[in-house]
């Protein structure tokens, strides 16, 4: 086979049209993002079909998720937060769902550290990538905050947003989020720019 | 008529709060975007999540678009990093199953020495190294001029056809050893034996 005729192999390959039910699951996702925009710019983004089979079963096993919370207690060590691609550990911020957006910029993207590592789960190096593989997070982890959300114990999970620098994708999980289905109590995707103005 | 309007005016449209132009642009360029996230993620549902989420991310960045290349390429753009994320956090997943089923539902006419050759490029396809596979997808597959794939992947033009034919290298090397088994697979087929270094 010649290059010429593996390039037309190549370009003969078929090329299917996008499914009906992609179409409508992106289509649904961009006006959901249009509505979020005509409410003032919520910085929500609603949750995709694929989030919400993942969320489908979580109100039912909310009892077993809870009880999994006062069991994740100090199972690993602590990751280094000396290694160059470690996330930052931050731990005992409290946040209010009413003011998470502004409580999360101040106690936790732009503030020292509360305190090092809690020697939980949550915070440990695999714990971390137990729950963000759970939870079906995007990209490289960049914190983790183990403190509490609306008066609840709860982990924060901020990761980068694939391909764009410009957003940070943040999660509100159960402290045994990893060690069980993952109880995700708020999903949203910072606009980094639009927050130094508007948080 | 709404057909007449421009990538960048429906672009422009969106940023100026026109609720319905960035749902006609992703209508128009729907079909080719899912091309290539099909091919580049490497399945069908990571390239429903990619492409989901490099749609939402355009959307909601089009402000930041100067018009410097054509809206296609920036979405192409968008739409081939969320691919090649989505496919390095997945590497240990492959899915080459929706290979067959792509064929057999695009295909009624082909022959069946034909349509297999075409299942195995596919495969031998989703084998390559990420660079060199969005390079051919874009370039081969899908006919995009060296400079737009260039742009689209954010690599100089000859970068563009190193990986190309590197890619094609071994793809062609791939094809000899399965149509052959007996061939030396050390022998590269005419035209492509000086294009096998990685």
Redesign the interface.
Known sequence: ????E??A???????????DD??A???A???G??ASD?DGGADV?PL?P?HRRRLSGLLMAAAVAGVMMLLAVTVQSPTSPTESDSPVIRAGAIYEPRDFAQDLRERFLTASPASGPTNTFADSAQGITACTEAVDA??RVMGVDVGSYDEAAAVVLVTS????T??EEVWVVSPGCGSGDPQVIRHMVY?VDASTDTL | MINEVSDADLLAAHVNGDPHAFGELFGRHRDRLWAVALRTAGGPDDAADALQDAMVSAFRRAGSFRGEAAVTTWLHRIVVNACLDQHRRRRNKPTTTWIETLHETAHTVDDMSNRELQIELEKALAELPDDQRAAIVLVDVEGYGVDDAAAILGCPPGTVKSRCARGRAKLAKQLTTIRNPDADPGVLPKNLGGAGHD
């Open positions: 086979m010649t290059e010429e593996l390039q192999q190549l370009s003969a390959l078929p090329s299917p049209p996008m499914p992609v179409t699951a992106i289509t996702a961009l006006a993002q249009a005509a983004v995709t694929r995007f990209g947003y694939p391909a764009q410009q957003y606009d």
